[in-house]
């Protein structure tokens, strides 16, 4: 899963990303409420875990805003040091689908993140930016236009655009994409990724950039308007 995690204290965040990969998660972390909120809107995360006390807001106002905006599909885990039954109560109703006081146990947390895993469904349509994805018609649209993909095109297409940052190496994507058993090769990888770059327009003046990393693989980023600009 990639886990998008609200907490301001940087021992907690170095935490979080050590245990997180060892159960195969993507975590991406934020220490204030603006950077966090500013993200949801660019980024696609399958699960949120959020702290209460932030340096410019607090997590139950986060929350609300999550549920405002994102709907009740995505998980979101808190984990606090306050331990009130009140505060405990109150967010729970407020929308957060579990509640962990701080400090967390490795085991228990990571079971934790599993089951809200399971309980959870993805949204039918997400839309960064100018692009949005049907994963029930499997199809993604440019600035309202529909794009005729590959099946292969469109689940590689999803899975780079929902891991803005990070390192994918072509066999990591292989697995991924076409599974380990799968008699390709890896510059099936590169062709695929020509095709989804030229058809979906992948470009910073659309806000994204696919990066190729010579003899590894790629990396995609989101890319700010302004920048982009600045770059043309």
């Known amino acids: 899963m990639r886990i998008g995690v609200l907490e301001d204290d940087h021992a907690q965040q170095e935490m979080y990303q050590l245990w997180f990969s060892t159960a195969q998660h993507d975590c991406v972390c934020f220490d204030t409420a603006r950077s966090f909120v500013e993200a949801l809107d660019k980024q696609i995360f399958d699960l949120l875990i959020i702290d209460w006390e932030l340096p410019d807001s607090n997590g139950e106002i986060v929350l609300r805003h999550v549920r405002e905006t994102l709907g009740w599909e995505i998980p979101v885990l808190f984990i606090t040091a306050r331990d009130a039954e009140a505060d405990i109560v109150n967010v729970l109703r407020a929308g957060a689908d ?75 994507l292989l697995d991924k994409i076409w599974g380990l058993n799968a008699n390709v090769e890896t510059r099936t990888i590169d062709t695929h990724v020509s095709r989804i770059r030229r058809k979906l327009q992948l470009v910073p003046e659309n806000g994204w950039e696919i990066i190729p990393v010579y003899g590894y693989g790629y990396r995609i980023e989101k890319v700010e308007r302004a920048t982009a600009s600045a770059k043309s």
């Not at 490795?106 to 960064?128: F, N, T």
């Not at 309202?144 to 190496?169: H, I, N």
């Open 98 to 172: 579990d509640y962990v006081v701080k400090p967390p146990k490795y085991l228990e947390l990571l079971a934790r993140i599993q089951a809200l895993g399971r309980r959870a469904k993805p949204p039918a349509i997400q839309k960064i930016g100018v692009y949005q994805i049907d994963r029930e018609s499997r199809q993604i649209r440019v600035n309202d236009q529909p794009v005729e993909l590959t099946t292969k095109e469109f689940e590689l297409a999803c899975y780079m655009m929902t891991s803005p940052g990070k390192l994918l190496s072509r066999v990591h």
